[in-house]
């Protein structure tokens, strides 16, 4: 893995390590009645999509089943249609999605050879 991959790799773990703490006890109707809790989610989540742009053309030839290309259009949702984003979506993205991308991450960051 080369690596500007890894490093990117590791900031999107951080960044979804932080959406885990901020949201860790918070259920839907919470989330929903708090608006900086809302914002910080949906700029986390931002955040991350950016980031997995940036990861090398090589790192999703070779991982294919990664999802962070899913993280990268979210982001452009999320950043371009703010005045109809779904707070439920970016929950169950939050909650739901990015855990599962963060243990893929992980995984291939434990397995990965280094450049």
């Known amino acids: 893995m080369k690596e500007a991959d890894r490093r990117i790799l590791k900031k999107i773990a951080t960044e979804i390590r932080y959406l885990g703490r901020l949201l860790d006890g918070v259920d839907q109707r919470a989330f ?3 608006e900086t809790m809302e914002r ?6 931002i955040n991350i999509g950016e980031l997995a742009k940036r990861l090398s053309d090589e790192f999703y030839s070779e991982n294919p089943g990664s999802e ?3 993280a990268a259009k979210t982001r452009d949702v999320y950043a371009h249609g703010y005045f109809t984003l779904s707070f439920e979506a970016v929950y169950k993205t939050a909650v739901e999605d990015y855990p599962r991308v963060g243990r893929w991450i992980e995984e291939a960051l434990e397995g990965a050879d280094p450049e």
């Open 68 to 70: 962070l290309k899913y």
């Open 32 to 34: 929903l009645a708090d």
């Open 40 to 45: 910080a989610a949906a700029m986390t989540s």
